[in-house]
């Protein structure tokens, strides 16, 4: 079964970072895109970024671009997300997804439950 | 204005069909993009429903009810999602997506509600 579990949101102040992490199981990770798409309280999706399944290109949405950097481990079937220089806009629950294939298409078949990111002073 | 358009919310009884629009941007093509369709129900994450860019090349999730159909209208220039015989459990909110300039675009979501 393929699972995906996300990790190490919390509070922040703003002006702080954060990093979070996606384990993924039951699939082979290194063959996959992988995204982050986050959710703000009563309010709608926002994706936030992509990474391709083989080569490591990168995309990012506009809101986070030079703040927020993608990466994955293969070896350790994670993903991961680095939070910089946060803004109380970025406050939001931050899904992790699995791509249908190895190039970012935001085609998400499988997501995790999330991981609650708080920017507050 | 926005990429993709949905309207607010929508609501229809037991038994019915329900329609739901994703409008494309004036000037865009909708005849270049795969539309997807997502679900959520509230404290769950997004659902995968099923993707659209012609009658022969559509995508339904795994475990997906055939109740719920992808379409698209030329004339509003709109992605479909139609529900048939809607259920109680079907009440949630609905999301369009498309993959544009490099990025994956979100709509802003219908609210359906069950009466």
């Known amino acids: 079964e393929v699972q995906l579990l996300e990790s190490g949101g919390g509070l922040v102040q703003p002006g702080g970072s954060l990093r979070l992490s996606c384990a993924a199981t039951g699939f082979s990770f290194n063959n996959y895109a992988m995204g982050w798409v986050r959710q703000a309280p009563g309010k709608g999706l926002e994706w936030v970024a992509s990474i391709t399944g083989d080569v490591d290109v990168t995309g990012y949405a506009d809101s986070v671009k030079g703040r927020f950097t993608i990466s994955r481990d293969d070896s350790k079937n994670t993903l991961y997300l680095q939070m910089n220089n946060l803004r109380a806009g970025d406050t939001a629950r931050y899904y992790c997804?699995?791509?249908?294939?190895?190039?970012?298409?935001?085609?998400?078949?499988?997501w995790g439950r999330g991981t609650l990111v708080t920017v507050s002073s | 204005q926005p990429v993709l358009t949905q309207p607010t919310s929508l609501s229809t009884s037991p038994g019915a069909s329900a329609r739901l629009t994703c409008t494309l941007r004036?000037?865009?093509?909708?005849?270049?993009?795969?539309v997807f369709w997502y679900q959520q129900k509230p404290e769950s994450p997004p659902r995968y429903l099923l993707s659209?860019?012609?009658?022969?090349?559509?995508?339904?999730g795994s475990g997906v009810s055939n109740r719920f159909t992808g379409s698209k209208d030329a004339s509003s220039n709109s992605g479909i999602l139609v529900i048939s015989g809607v259920q109680s459990e079907d009440e949630a909110d609905y999301y369009c997506?498309?993959?544009?300039?490099?990025?994956?675009?979100f709509g802003e979501g219908t609210k359906l509600t069950v009466l």
């Open positions: 997804a699995k791509d249908t294939g190895a190039g970012i298409s935001g085609w998400f078949q499988t």
């Open positions: 004036s000037g865009l093509s909708l005849g270049t993009y795969r």
């Open positions: 997506m498309i993959w544009h300039s490099g990025a994956v675009v």
């Open positions: 659209y860019y012609s009658d022969s090349s559509k995508h339904q």
